[in-house]
């Protein structure tokens, strides 16, 4: 068990529908990452929050968004679904200090879009 | 950025042989850390070992260890006393100063009992 708790573990869901992907970080874990990993193009970072502040964006659509709140939970929204977001959602967290930056990742969050 | 280039797709080792496996990367930062992370059929991803690029002394954890070659680009994981356990996706990581992990492509590792 790494201590990164995603919910739900698996989500079946129509096209064009939204759905909202939750995260809580390891106890102490300032960061966290989202994740996607999909057939095609593999494990893909979406985007990192820091302390409740948006650090760093990478493959992330237009249709989905992020936050992290005060209690550093973090929750991906994605919407407008479209098949070709079928993938494995993941959450990770990191404490991010020098001797420290272990990235530890939850179990994800299996979507299936039909 | 980072990118990380594993090329063997596909890895088979007897059970209880050593099996290496390959990673390479490039980076423009002095301040990195390389990872290995295994994937099971479970999906979940566990992190196996991890280096710091400032360390020189090779990562070692029970039976996982790296060559970690800094000049080289290199940062191999070899597998010792290789169990069925073993059995799974492997993928090497990278991170900078931004932290967020760029990974491989991943290599299937099969165990032959």
């Known amino acids: 068990d790494s201590g990164v708790t995603q919910t739900p573990k698996h989500l079946i869901t129509a096209t064009g529908q939204r759905v909202t992907l939750r995260c809580s970080p390891r106890?102490?874990?300032?960061?966290v990452y989202w994740y996607q990993q999909s057939l095609d193009q593999g494990l893909q970072f979406l985007i990192q929050?820091?302390?409740?502040?948006?650090?760093a964006k990478g493959n992330i659509l237009e249709r989905f968004s992020a936050q992290q709140f005060p209690d550093l939970h973090s929750e991906l929204n994605l919407s407008s679904l479209e098949l070709g977001d079928s993938a494995l959602y993941f959450c990770a967290s990191s404490v991010e200090h020098r001797s420290g930056n272990t990235i530890y990742f939850g179990e994800g969050s299996w979507l299936t879009v039909v | 950025a980072q990118t990380v280039t594993q090329s063997q797709p596909e890895m088979s080792v007897q059970e209880a042989e050593t099996v290496t496996l390959s990673c390479t990367y490039d980076?423009?930062?002095?301040?990195?850390?390389l990872f290995w992370y295994k994937q099971p059929p479970s999906r979940q991803m566990i992190l196996v070992i991890r280096q710091e690029a400032y360390k020189q002394q090779n990562a070692t954890e029970n039976r996982f260890s790296v060559n970690f070659q800094k000049a080289a680009k290199s940062f191999s994981l070899k597998i010792s006393d290789s169990q069925l356990g073993d059995a799974a996706m492997y993928f090497c990581?990278?991170?900078?100063?931004?932290?967020?992990?760029?990974f491989g492509s991943g290599t299937q590792l099969t165990v032959l009992p």
């Open positions: 990581a990278c991170s900078g100063s931004a932290r967020q992990l760029t």
């Open positions: 106890s102490g874990d300032l960061s």
């Open positions: 929050y820091y302390n409740g502040e948006e650090r």
């Open positions: 980076t423009s930062e002095s301040d990195y850390y």
